[in-house]
């Protein structure tokens, strides 16, 4: 009995990070470019109380054992990278990424961070920023007298200048794509940083041999939580934290029992 009170308290506590997680994605349904996470969970250590296989006579071996579970933990809360979908703004510094790919973005520390989230603005020195002030890397400084910025799907930047109709080139943007995109690192204000587990970026012009998707002009890539997948998930988990209490309760009354019984 003491094995199901733990092994019903680490359910509990299992539930309540996938309820967490449920949380964190229904909040972000409608950050720009937000990627859901989904909770996997792991069985814990099992209690071999006869091992399966075991001799049980001079020819003959136990063919499935009695083992006990003790339990479940969160493995990973996975980044699902699936495409969100667009939304049309007209605005000619926002951008989507329609395929694989992360936008280079350099921090103040001058580390580079990764993100999906393509709503651009200039600065004063009209240099292509993030909604943060951040730099898009590599860097593209547009005219402050400039009257048009085109980009195209390959991530050439240009714009038309006051009484010319050629247009001038202002640079050409880089995607960057992992082997294992899952395994970036969140941080926070719609950037990953790479790690071990997603490998270095590869860099490369959308569309091109990287295998980098392309760039859109004037839309916003929303996120791809799905509320109502959310709510189907929290509902059960919400059931799963309750019946995961009832096993606790369930685990006290019998121990209630056995201390009556030495009454």
Do not use: C, H
Request: no cysteine; proline share 4%.
């Amino acid at each position: 009995m003491i094995r199901a009170l733990y092994s019903a308290a680490s359910g509990m506590n299992a539930q309540q990070l996938n309820v967490d997680t449920i949380a964190n994605n229904l909040a972000n349904a409608n950050t720009t470019a937000y990627k859901s996470r989904r909770t996997q969970f792991q069985d814990l250590v099992y209690q071999n109380l006869s091992q399966p296989g075991t001799a049980a006579g001079q020819q003959t071996t136990i063919p499935t054992g009695l083992q006990v579970g003790l339990g479940t933990k969160p493995g990973a809360n996975e980044i699902v990278f699936t495409q969100g979908s667009f939304s049309q703004t007209d605005n000619p510094l926002d951008l989507t990424i329609s395929g694989l790919g992360f936008f280079q973005i350099r921090q103040p520390s001058g580390e580079l961070a990764y993100s999906r989230d393509g709503s651009f603005q200039l600065d004063k020195s009209g240099n292509i920023v993030t909604a943060s002030g951040n730099l898009v890397e590599p860097n593209i400084t547009i005219p402050s007298t400039a009257q048009a910025i085109t980009i195209a799907t390959d991530g050439t930047v240009s714009y038309t200048l006051p009484g010319q109709t050629a247009t001038q080139v202002a640079g050409q943007l880089q995607l960057a794509t992992f082997q294992n995109p899952a395994g970036l690192n969140g941080i926070g204000s719609n950037l990953y940083l790479p790690t071990d587990a997603s490998g270095s970026a590869t860099v490369g012009a959308p569309g091109g041999s990287t295998g980098a998707g392309t760039v859109m002009q004037g839309y916003q890539e929303q996120s791809n939580v799905s509320v109502v997948n959310e709510f189907i998930n929290l509902i059960a988990a919400q059931r799963g934290y309750e019946a995961n209490s009832k096993v606790v309760k369930a685990a006290d009354e019998m121990y209630q029992q056995v201390n009556n019984i030495a009454q």
